[in-house]
């Protein structure tokens, strides 16, 4: 006889994307805050460290020769130049978290998602759209769709692509 384990879904990465004012902070914080289960990564950057930032949990911060080995070894899944600095995703904290079973959202712009869904094909792309009327914006790109035109609505609707099965308060 099976375990309810059994018939649990595998857990996978979601990556939410949307243009900047999409409301991506604000939807991630609100379904964070919901269910602290879900797992976020720590993007890595080269840009300078702030007073109040605590390298390991708002970034992790390297120098570029550090940046650029990381990236030309394969150890980023994503990454981007904004400005004068390097921000990206590293591959193996999220890699580490799926195979325990923890679903992972990754707030990210439009240019990461692409490289994403070419680095891990089996990634739910979801894409926030900032109203009704940019919805379909999106295109075939994305898996699914999220108009943040009510944050609490636009929290539950990611909620419900997440799998609810996994997102039991801890």
């Known amino acids: 006889m099976g375990t309810h384990d059994d018939v649990r879904p595998a857990a996978r990465l979601t990556v939410l994307a949307g ?3 999409a409301g991506k902070d604000g939807v991630t914080r609100l379904v964070r805050d919901r269910f602290p289960g879900l797992w976020l990564p720590v993007p890595m950057t080269t840009r300078p460290r702030r007073r109040y930032e605590v390298d ?15 990236r030309d070894c394969g150890e980023l899944l994503e990454w981007s130049d904004i400005g004068a600095h390097r921000y990206g995703t590293p591959r193996e ?17 439009l ?28 295109g075939r790109e994305f898996d699914a769709t999220v108009v943040n035109d009510v944050l ?7 909620v419900s692509l997440l799998g609810s099965s996994f997102l039991t308060p801890t």
Do not use: K, N, T, W
């Open 19 to 21: 243009p900047s004012g």
């Open 111 to 138: 240019g990461g998602a692409r490289q994403i869904r070419a680095a891990m094909p089996s990634a739910q792309l979801v894409y926030l759209a900032p109203s009704r009327a940019e919805a379909g914006a999106a």
């Open 56 to 70: 390991g949990v708002h970034y992790r911060f390297v120098d570029r020769g550090e940046f650029a080995r990381l």
């Open 93 to 109: 904290p999220v890699l580490i978290r799926l195979s325990a079973g923890q679903p992972v959202l990754l707030p990210i712009d």
């Open 152 to 158: 609490g609505r636009a929290a539950d609707e990611l």
